[in-house]
């Protein structure tokens, strides 16, 4: 069997797990990115709008205690204070550090980075490239990984984790292409995976999203925390049904778009929370002068952080009073010069026009809520993003805590850059202190094999994609966007049938090429995954952030001060919960909030 030897082995490469590859190898690691798609195409290159960080260009008022503030509330309060702090300290740093890798950023008429505004960010703070942003985050880390020399291990797929004494010593993987199998020997592991989004059959997410990391993560014997916590992003598309989900940024509310219903009703003014009341204009007239004078006006309603909008659309559909196709209107054409939108917004203006026909500069668009980002992810320590199992580090979207029960636009392409650097660090400096490196037995890594190679071995008749659909509607309908006590019971149900009908899935063919292997091997992550979400949505009986329970409106204080901690049972392949106390802020931060 193929094997390599590295001190640091990153699992993913999207921003995070790029930025964590590039700080080890330069604290003196030796480093391998491994990803089960080609270099270069990860979520992160998706992400349109920008990177926030507190630069203060456009609004010198601008600074991290307002970051953090921002981050904070737009969580709920449920984020873990250290990294929302941490993140809003270093995200400046790390976003210059990108422009002296080469990253070329928009600009202000004084040359220096440009920000735009984004929901829930008090100062226009987006530091971007167009509605490109991820792209050249992607292009100038890939650009900066392959000068380093970085080796790359990509359409690999890592299917379990190896351990010694508690320890990580490694990872298992299979090459996607001939489904050979490959050992990776290493004290550390950062895992870099992203998000679980494609449970979901609304979804802006990619194939790849299966929760991978996660499920590693759990049964590696970490732990996962805020997992009810999923983010339905406001603005998906809605028509064509083969692009239902796909995302609609954020920017084209932050460049001046409104949300409008079908009696042509701006009607995000009637969907103000008490929360976000004094913070938000109540006239359209301080809403449009906003854009023009952010000092002497409130933000528009459009612009509230994303569980507000999501929900406030959601009402109006349901209330009769959407668009033709099951969403609500969003109009940028009526409020912006088509040079305007086209300058700004050029990848919206394409993806309408060749997706749907639709010419943004002349006409709204039709967007409705789709799942986009999971708040919840593997607990980690602020500081140095290990997880409880020596060794195992996570970071970005896979790991949890950062962004509470909603995450504000942009905070996440920060958050890779920020926790990527810390982790990579962290892991190296792991390794390096090691008196002895840990070995994977082989009887561990025979067990890794048999349990990848089971789908073949099973008698039975269920196909994989069949499972797949039926997890994804469930999900949909049973934990979406507004969630019910008894539909939560049905999800948790359903999720043990599709566990009991998974053993019997039937995978025809070699291992060379072989999707219909690779989905059965996801599922089992997927399955999982759903299962944690709708554990912890049940439990959770009050409303906040991304989490709406129509049985328990609002949030309720109590629950205001505990995370929902994951963990494997692994006699029943499920998951155990129990409720962890929020450490208290200190008074230095607490003061922000008064
Ligand atoms: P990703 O970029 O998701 O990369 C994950 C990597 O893990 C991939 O390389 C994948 O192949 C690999 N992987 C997964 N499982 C395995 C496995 N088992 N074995 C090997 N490799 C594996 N955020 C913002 O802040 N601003 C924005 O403007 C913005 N716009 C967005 C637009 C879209 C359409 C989407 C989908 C998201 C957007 N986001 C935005 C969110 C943000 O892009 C993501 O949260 C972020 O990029 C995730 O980065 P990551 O490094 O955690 O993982």
């Not at 060794?391 to 509470?404: D, K, Q, W």
């Not at 890794?448 to 073949?456: D, T």
Request: charged content about 25%; glycine content about 10%.
């Amino acid at each position: 069997m193929e094997r390599h030897q590295y001190d640091v082995i990153v699992i993913g490469a999207g921003g995070s797990g790029l930025r964590a590859a590039i700080a080890a190898h330069e604290a003196g690691a030796r480093v391998a990115v491994v990803c089960k798609s080609l270099l270069g195409k990860a979520h992160t290159v998706m992400a349109e709008g920008g990177c926030a960080a507190a630069m203060g260009n456009l609004y010198p008022d601008d600074n991290w205690q307002v970051h953090f503030r921002d981050t904070m509330r737009g969580g709920k309060m449920l984020n873990n204070w250290r990294m929302a702090q941490i993140h809003a300290q270093e995200a400046p740093d790390r976003v210059m550090e990108l422009e002296d890798w080469g990253a070329l950023f928009d600009r202000t008429s004084d040359g220096l980075i440009s920000q735009r505004d984004f929901g829930g960010h008090r100062y226009a703070r987006l530091a971007h490239i167009g509605d490109r942003t991820g792209l050249e985050i992607i292009r100038t880390l890939q650009q900066r990984l392959v000068a380093l020399g970085i080796d790359v291990y990509m359409e690999c797929t890592v299917t379990d984790l190896l351990k010694r004494d508690g320890a990580i010593a490694g990872a298992f993987g299979y090459w996607r292409e001939s489904g050979r199998f490959i050992v990776f020997d290493a004290p550390s592991v950062v895992l870099a995976t992203g998000g679980f989004g494609k449970a979901w059959k609304v979804t802006s997410n990619s194939w790849e999203y299966t929760g991978d990391g996660h499920a590693l993560a759990l049964r590696a014997g970490a732990t996962l925390i805020n997992m009810e916590f999923v983010q339905f992003h406001p603005t998906g598309m809605v028509w064509p049904p083969s692009v239902k989900g796909l995302l609609v940024t954020e920017s084209v509310r932050g460049d001046g778009g409104i949300l409008k219903n079908s009696d042509g009703e701006r009607f995000m003014f009637n969907h103000i929370p008490e929360f976000f009341r004094s913070e938000t204009a109540d006239s359209i007239e301080e809403a449009d002068r906003w854009y023009e004078d952010k000092k002497n006006n409130r933000r528009p309603p459009e612009l509230l952080p994303r569980d507000e909008v999501a929900r406030a659309i959601n009402a109006e559909i349901k209330a009769g009073r959407g668009s033709p196709h099951g969403g609500v209107f969003l109009d940028i054409a009526s409020r912006r010069t088509p040079e305007f939108i086209k300058k700004r917004l050029p990848s919206m203006y394409h993806q309408f026009k060749e997706l749907a026909d639709v010419d943004i500069t002349a006409e709204p668009m039709e967007i409705g809520p789709t799942c986009h980002y999971a708040m919840g992810g593997i607990e980690v320590d602020p500081e140095t993003e290990v997880s409880v199992v020596p060794g195992l580090y996570a970071v970005g979207e896979c790991s949890g805590g950062m962004h509470g029960s909603n995450r504000l636009g942009g905070n996440s392409l920060s958050d890779l850059i920020v926790f990527g650097k810390r982790a990579g660090d962290s892991a190296a400096a792991y390794a390096a202190g090691l008196p002895s490196r840990p070995e994977a037995s082989d009887i561990d890594i025979e067990a890794a094999k048999a349990s990848a190679l089971a789908p073949f071995e099973v008698e039975g008749r269920e196909n994989p994609y069949t499972i797949q659909q039926d997890l994804q509607q469930s999900m949909n309908d049973l934990v979406g966007i507004i969630r019910e006590g008894s539909e939560l019971e049905q999800a948790l149900v359903e999720v043990e049938r599709l566990k009991e009908r998974a053993k019997t899935m039937v995978v025809e063919g070699h291992r060379q090429y072989n999707p219909g292997w690779h989905l059965a091997i996801d599922l089992r992550n997927m399955l999982l995954v759903g299962e944690c979400v709708a554990k912890a949505a049940l439990a959770r009986e009050e409303s906040r952030g991304g989490h709406t329970r129509n049985d328990h409106p609002g949030p309720n204080p109590e629950w205001g001060s505990k995370n929902l901690v994951l963990r494997l049972n692994a006699a029943r392949d499920g998951v155990d919960m129990t409720e962890q106390a929020i450490t208290a802020m200190p008074d230095d931060l607490q003061k922000f909030f008064e």
